[in-house]
C-alpha cells in the first residue's frame, strides 16, 4: 500500500508572517484605545493618513522592484509599520509630517534594503528619527490629554488642526499644544527646580504623566497578551523594562530632588510601546536567547542615558536603532555552544 510522503521539515510551522502582523496589530488595540481617549481623534486621522501612505509606497516600491505587489501587501508589514508610526506621532501633527515620515520609514528603511526581512533598522522608528530632527517643534507639540482639560476635541476639530494647523475656532495652534510630561520635567530641571516640584503640577498624575500612564498600562496589557501567545521572546522587553526601573532607581535614591521615580520613567513616554512592539522587531531584534536580554538591556539602559542627560526627551526611538545596528554583533557573541565542535 503506498501512503503519500512529502518532503522535511515534517513539524507543523510556526504562524504566518501575515497572521502574526494582525496580532501585533490587535494587541496594540488597548493601547491605542488609551491613546484616543485622551488625545482625542486625531490619533485615527493620523492612523488612516500613515496606513494608507504605507500602503501605497510599498506598492508602488514593490512595482518599481519588479516583486509581486500583492503577495507584498498581505503580509501586513506596511500596515504595522505604518500604525507604529502614527501613534508615535502627536496626535495633531501636520498631515505632511505624517506622510513624509511613512514615506521615508517605508522607501528608504524597508525598501531600499531589499524589502521585509532584509532591512536592519526598524522602518518605524527610522521614520520617527527623521521627523525628529527635521520638525522637532511639529513632533514635541501634543494635546494636553483629558485627564488635564477634562473635555474632548471633535473629529471636524482634529481635522482642521492636522490639515490646516490651526485650533478650534480659528485659534492659534500653539495656543492649544503643550510639552509632554518628559519633556516638561527636563526643561523644569534645567532651569534649577526640584523634581518633586515638578512633579506636584497639574501635568503629573499619581503614577507618571497624567494621560500618558494610562496609555502605558494599555500597551502594557497588550504586550502581556503577546508574550501569553508566544508572539514575543519575554528577554526583550524584561531587559528593556528591567535596565530602565534599575538605573532610574539607583539615581532616584541617588539624589530624588533631580531624577523622577522609576515608575515615572517605566509609565511615560514610548516606554511600553518601545518594550514590546518596536524592540521586539523580529527582523531588526537580537535572535539569540542571552543576546535578546543584552539587546533589551541596552535599550533600556540608552533610553534612561537620553532621558537624563541627552537632547531629546523620550529616547525610545533612537535606543533602539543603535541596538538594530549592534544586534548582528550581539548575536554573534552570545550564540550557543555546540559541544564536540572545534569553534
Known amino acids: 500500500m503506498r501512503f503519500p510522503t512529502a518532503p522535511a521539515p515534517h513539524l507543523a510551522p510556526p504562524a504566518s508572517t501575515h497572521r502574526i502582523m494582525q496580532w501585533v496589530l490587535l494587541a496594540m488595540i488597548p493601547g491605542t484605545a488609551a491613546q484616543l481617549w485622551q488625545f482625542?481623534?486625531?490619533?485615527?486621522?493620523?492612523?488612516?493618513?500613515?496606513?494608507?501612505?504605507?500602503?501605497?509606497?510599498?506598492?508602488?516600491?514593490?512595482?518599481?522592484?519588479?516583486?509581486?505587489?500583492?503577495?507584498?501587501?498581505?503580509?501586513?508589514?506596511?500596515?504595522?509599520t505604518g500604525a507604529l508610526l502614527a501613534v508615535s506621532l502627536p496626535p495633531i501633527a501636520p498631515w505632511w509630517v505624517t506622510v513624509f515620515g511613512t514615506l521615508f520609514a517605508i522607501v528608504i528603511g524597508k525598501q531600499l534594503y531589499g524589502g521585509l526581512g532584509y532591512n536592519p533598522f526598524n522602518p518605524a522608528m527610522v521614520g520617527y528619527a527623521v521627523l525628529l530632527i527635521s520638525f522637532p517643534k511639529a513632533m514635541t507639540a501634543w494635546l494636553p490629554p483629558v485627564d488635564i482639560t477634562g473635555t474632548h476635541w471633535g473629529l471636524s476639530d482634529a481635522w482642521n488642526a492636522i490639515v490646516h494647523h490651526t485650533g478650534p475656532d480659528g485659534s492659534s495652534f500653539d495656543a492649544v499644544t503643550m510639552a509632554t510630561p518628559l519633556d516638561t520635567l527636563k526643561t523644569q530641571l534645567g532651569l534649577g527646580r526640584m523634581a518633586d516640584e515638578i512633579q506636584s503640577g497639574p501635568l503629573f498624575g499619581a503614577l507618571a504623566g497624567k494621560g500618558w500612564q494610562w496609555v502605558n498600562l494599555g500597551y502594557l496589557a497588550g504586550g502581556l497578551w503577546l508574550l501569553r501567545r508566544g508572539l514575543i521572546a519575554w528577554q526583550i522587553p524584561t531587559g528593556f523594562l528591567a535596565a530602565l526601573g534599575t538605573w532610574s532607581l539607583v539615581f532616584f535614591l541617588l539624589e530624588p530632588q533631580t531624577y523622577p521615580t522609576p515608575l515615572f520613567h517605566l509609565l511615560g513616554g514610548a516606554t511600553m510601546l518601545g518594550a514590546f512592539f518596536i524592540a521586539t522587531d523580529p527582523v531588526t531584534a537580537s535572535t539569540t536567547p542571552k543576546g535578546r536580554l543584552i539587546y533589551g538591556a541596552l535599550i533600556g539602559s540608552l533610553v534612561f542615558v537620553i532621558r537624563a542627560w541627552g537632547g531629546y526627551p523620550d529616547g525610545v526611538a533612537f535606543g533602539v536603532l543603535l541596538l538594530n545596528l549592534a544586534a548582528p554583533t550581539i548575536d554573534h557573541y552570545t550564540r550557543p555552544r555546540v559541544y564536540g565542535h572545534p569553534g
Open 40 to 80: 482625542g481623534p486625531g490619533v485615527l486621522v493620523n492612523l488612516a493618513l500613515a496606513v494608507t501612505t504605507a500602503l501605497t509606497a510599498e506598492y508602488a516600491m514593490l512595482r518599481l522592484r519588479a516583486r509581486h505587489s500583492r503577495a507584498g501587501l498581505s503580509d501586513w508589514s506596511a500596515t504595522l
